[in-house]
């Protein structure tokens, strides 16, 4: 289906089911009054949901006095009061988050409040020892460090990456399909589904799965976003408008990752930015994202990861006071998305699955210089550029700010250590080696 035509049927049922009454639509209820958070009940559980999803994948962050980083758990603390306070129920986490350490600091603020006002989301990030002793050990690890006897949403790990050999391995073969069945049944798991990074015929093989009872998931996420809609690359990720259309048609609730894209899609390039404030003066680029996934009838939860108050405060007004997009606003970020292609973005998502790299180089940090430079406009793309020299120097000095020399991309050797942990399957070290490459030439003016 076309996405003009989808959007047509799509967008006209999501502006209807937001502004239903809860028994209205199957999946997409619970309108926002005035400074309330809008809900969406689960069809499969019944659970009310928050539109707004806590994504603790980026947990505030401080030295530990050891040349490390740790989580701020004061800081963790205050958010998560304040996002329960305003309707935020929903909270996504997982073993591989932070190195480690997102579970911990979730599990201790979240302790602090009635089990019964919110929702735990981890998963089985078993991507390294798949043995069925080390995956059920991180299994009950997590029922530990989040000071939980149940998860309300437990996730197989992105799967999709490597297809059926690579689900069979991590899944099947170890028993922990038949584990994790077992455990649902005993109420442990509430909602037992998977989160998706892969190609269009990886997707299929897990469709086909459910449609043929082998394997019957209760909820699916999926990164989705209005660049990602309809300019994923096709290979290493298939576009959102036919994972969206995949899930609703089998009635398949719908937790959305990366709305904002790694954060790019709250600091656009400033013509469009410019574009943006013409039409809604007083709304912020992240809002239009947020609202686009939110025009979906079928998503259940849209995930942010809030590093400060700040966002928190910010997302929890959007979605306390949500509108839906019009088909004409869909339209404008159709066009949206296509100047976003012309922008030669790394497509990092900050997830820092990659790190640490073994070499010390900061890979996320590389890559988020690399693309902010890009889209506010201070990359230097020839010497003939006007402002030329300021644009080299602003490049240069930022990046020596922002990443320490010895951890910069210049150091890669091409292990390829990282490459089996990018959700995006980034060539990274390819990628470090362009980026390499063009600071020599900018400091040797080569350009």
């Given at each position: 289906?076309?996405?003009?035509?989808?959007?047509?049927?799509?967008?006209?049922?999501?502006?209807?089911?937001?502004?239903?009454?809860?028994?209205?639509?199957?999946?997409?209820?619970?309108?926002?009054?005035?400074?309330?958070?809008?809900?969406?009940?689960?069809?499969?559980?019944?659970?009310?949901?928050?539109?707004?999803?806590?994504?603790?994948?980026?947990?505030?962050?401080?030295?530990?006095?050891?040349?490390?980083?740790?989580?701020?758990?004061?800081?963790?603390?205050?958010?998560?009061?304040?996002?329960?306070?305003?309707?935020?129920?929903?909270?996504?986490?997982?073993?591989?988050?932070?190195?480690?350490?997102?579970?911990?600091?979730?599990?201790?603020?979240?302790?602090?409040?009635?089990?019964?006002?919110?929702?735990?989301?981890?998963?089985?990030?078993?991507?390294?020892?798949?043995?069925?002793?080390?995956?059920?050990?991180?299994?009950?690890?997590?029922?530990?460090?989040?000071?939980?006897?149940?998860?309300?949403?437990?996730?197989?790990?992105?799967?999709?990456?490597?297809?059926?050999d690579a689900f069979n391995r991590r899944y099947v073969e170890n028993g922990m399909i038949e584990f994790l069945r077992k455990e649902?049944?005993?109420?442990?798991?509430?909602?037992?589904?998977?989160?998706?990074?892969?190609?269009?015929?990886?997707?299929?093989?897990?469709?086909?799965?459910?449609?043929?009872?082998?394997?019957?998931?209760?909820?699916?996420?999926?990164?989705?976003?209005?660049?990602?809609?309809?300019?994923?690359?096709?290979?290493?990720?298939?576009?959102?408008?036919?994972?969206?259309?995949?899930?609703?048609?089998?009635?398949?609730?719908?937790?959305?990752?990366?709305?904002?894209?790694?954060?790019?899609?709250?600091?656009?390039?400033?013509?469009?930015q410019r574009q943006m404030k013409q039409r809604e003066p007083d709304r912020s680029a992240a809002s239009w994202a947020f609202r686009?996934?939110?025009?979906?009838?079928?998503?259940?939860?849209?995930?942010?990861?809030?590093?400060?108050?700040?966002?928190?405060?910010?997302?929890v007004q959007t979605f306390s006071n949500f509108q839906p997009l019009t088909e004409e606003e869909l339209d404008f970020l159709q066009?949206?998305?296509?100047?976003?292609?012309?922008?030669?973005?790394?497509?990092?998502?900050?997830?820092?699955?990659?790190?640490?790299?073994?070499?010390?180089?900061?890979?996320?940090?590389?890559?988020?210089?690399?693309?902010?430079?890009?889209?506010?406009?201070?990359?230097?793309?020839?010497?003939?550029?006007?402002?030329?020299?300021?644009?080299?120097?602003?490049?240069?000095?930022?990046?020596?700010?922002?990443?320490?020399?010895?951890?910069?991309?210049?150091?890669?050797?091409?292990?390829?250590?990282?490459?089996?942990?990018?959700?995006?399957?980034?060539?990274?070290?390819?990628?470090?080696?362009?980026?390499?490459?063009?600071?020599?030439?900018?400091?040797?003016?080569?350009?």
């Amino acid at each position: 289906m076309k996405r003009r035509d989808f959007i047509k049927i799509s967008g006209a049922a999501a502006v209807a089911a937001a502004c239903a009454p809860k028994s209205a639509v199957s999946g997409a209820n619970a309108p926002a009054s005035e400074g309330k958070m809008l809900t969406r009940v689960n069809p499969v559980s019944g659970d009310e949901v928050s539109l707004l999803g806590f994504g603790c994948m980026r947990w505030p962050m401080v030295d530990d006095g050891k040349g490390g980083k740790i989580i701020d758990q004061e800081a963790v603390n205050e958010m998560v009061d304040y996002a329960l306070e305003h309707g935020v129920n929903y909270f996504d986490t997982s073993p591989a988050y932070l190195m480690g350490q997102s579970e911990k600091a979730a599990g201790e603020a979240l302790r602090r409040h009635p089990r019964e006002s919110y929702f735990i989301a981890t998963k089985l990030s078993n991507f390294g020892d798949q043995s069925p002793e080390a995956s059920i050990r991180m299994y009950h690890d997590s029922l530990e460090q989040l000071h939980t006897d149940y998860f309300d949403y437990y996730l197989l790990h992105s799967i999709g990456r490597g297809g059926k050999d690579a689900f069979n391995r991590r899944y099947v073969e170890n028993g922990m399909i038949e584990f994790l069945r077992k455990e649902k049944a005993a109420g442990r798991i509430r909602n037992l589904g998977f989160s998706f990074h892969g190609a269009k015929h990886e997707f299929d093989y897990f469709m086909e799965l459910y449609d043929s009872g082998e394997q019957v998931w209760d909820f699916c996420q999926i990164e989705m976003n209005y660049v990602d809609w309809a300019h994923a690359d096709g290979v290493r990720n298939v576009n959102a408008d036919y994972l969206y259309a995949e899930l609703d048609k089998r009635g398949i609730p719908i937790v959305i990752m990366e709305p904002l894209l790694g954060g790019r899609l709250a600091n656009v390039p400033a013509r469009i930015q410019r574009q943006m404030k013409q039409r809604e003066p007083d709304r912020s680029a992240a809002s239009w994202a947020f609202r686009f996934c939110g025009s979906y009838p079928r998503v259940l939860c849209i995930l942010s990861g809030m590093t400060s108050m700040d966002p928190l405060t910010e997302n929890v007004q959007t979605f306390s006071n949500f509108q839906p997009l019009t088909e004409e606003e869909l339209d404008f970020l159709q066009r949206v998305a296509d100047q976003m292609t012309e922008y030669p973005l790394v497509n990092c998502t900050n997830c820092k699955y990659c790190m640490p790299c073994p070499w010390g180089i900061d890979i996320p940090g590389t890559f988020q210089h690399y693309n902010r430079a890009l889209t506010e406009g201070t990359y230097a793309r020839s010497a003939e550029q006007k402002d030329y020299l300021k644009l080299k120097r602003t490049y240069l000095i930022s990046y020596d700010r922002a990443v320490a020399s010895v951890r910069q991309a210049h150091h890669c050797i091409g292990c390829g250590q990282c490459l089996p942990h990018c959700p995006q399957s980034i060539p990274i070290p390819t990628e470090l080696r362009r980026i390499a490459d063009y600071v020599d030439r900018l400091k040797q003016d080569t350009l």
